[in-house]
T-cell receptor, first 114, second 113 residues
Framework: DGGITQSPKYLFRKEGQNVTLSCEQN?????MYWYRQDPGQGLRLIYY???????QKGDIAEGYSVSREKKESFPLTVTSAQKNPTAFYLC?????????????FGNGTRLTVT | AQSVTQLDSHVSVSEGTPVLLRCNYS??????LFWYVQHPNKGLQLLLK??????LVKGINGFEAEFKKSETSFHLTKPSAHMSDAAEYFC???????????FGGGTRLMVKP
């Protein structure tokens, strides 16, 4: 079945360490997104990529980095510069413009930094 | 700029009674609007979308929403709640270019037996 796979489901790190969250899709979608979810704040866009080897900052990109070397993969690195990294991170993809094509989401990675 | 306000952070209903989740939006153009549902520790799933066709949109699992331009609203309804409907619901607006989504803060629906 086609879909989006995020791994790991739960991740624990010490403060000051970088950590990379994996996101893989086999839907042949061009666009991929990373969102951060905090209680009561909905989803906030971190980075998005509409095509391989290109990506754009979202609303809260500071302290994060991404790469898009392959169409299927869009890993997110949470760096030590991110002030409050503990959150639920969701990866999504879409086939074309968001007004016409809905987002398909992975099941998320819950990151806890202590 | 666009924004979305979900008027209730929590809604509690009894099984078998109607559901109403309220959403107001602001946008400087004709928006596309979506409702997504999220079950605990899962990703979001599309319930329904409005893209300037019929103003009453039917979605999955018996949900529907009505686009009211004069009221800038896109409320989600269901005639009869089921226990499996308990989840968090997000109202979402897309910009005119279709490149950016703005999410509401979410409404947690609780269904009592």
């Amino acid at each position: 079945d086609g879909g989006i796979t995020q791994s790991p489901k739960y991740l624990f790190r010490k403060e000051g360490q970088n950590v990379t969250l994996s996101c893989e899709q086999n839907l042949n979608h061009d666009a991929m997104y990373w969102y951060r979810q905090d209680p009561g704040q909905g989803l906030r866009l971190i980075y998005y990529s509409q095509i391989v080897n290109d990506f754009q900052k979202g609303d809260i990109a500071e302290g994060y980095s991404v790469s898009r070397e392959k169409k299927e993969s869009f890993p997110l690195t949470v760096t030590s510069a991110q002030k409050n990294p503990t959150a639920f991170y969701l990866c999504a993809s879409s086939s074309n413009q968001l007004s016409n094509s809905p987002l398909h989401f992975g099941n998320g990675t819950r990151l806890t930094v202590t | 700029a666009q924004s979305v306000t979900q008027l209730d952070s929590h809604v509690s209903v009894s099984e078998g009674t109607p559901v109403l989740l309220r959403c107001n939006y602001s946008s400087s153009y004709s928006p596309s609007l979506f409702w997504y549902v999220q079950h605990p520790n899962k990703g979001l799933q599309l319930l329904l979308k409005y893209t300037s066709a019929a103003t009453l949109v039917k979605g999955i699992n018996g949900f529907e929403a009505e686009f009211k331009k004069s009221e800038t609203s896109f409320h989600l309804t269901k005639p009869s709640a089921h226990m499996s409907d308990a989840a968090e619901y997000f109202c979402v607006v897309s910009d005119n270019a279709g490149n950016m989504l703005t999410f509401g803060g979410g409404t947690r629906l609780m269904v009592k037996p």
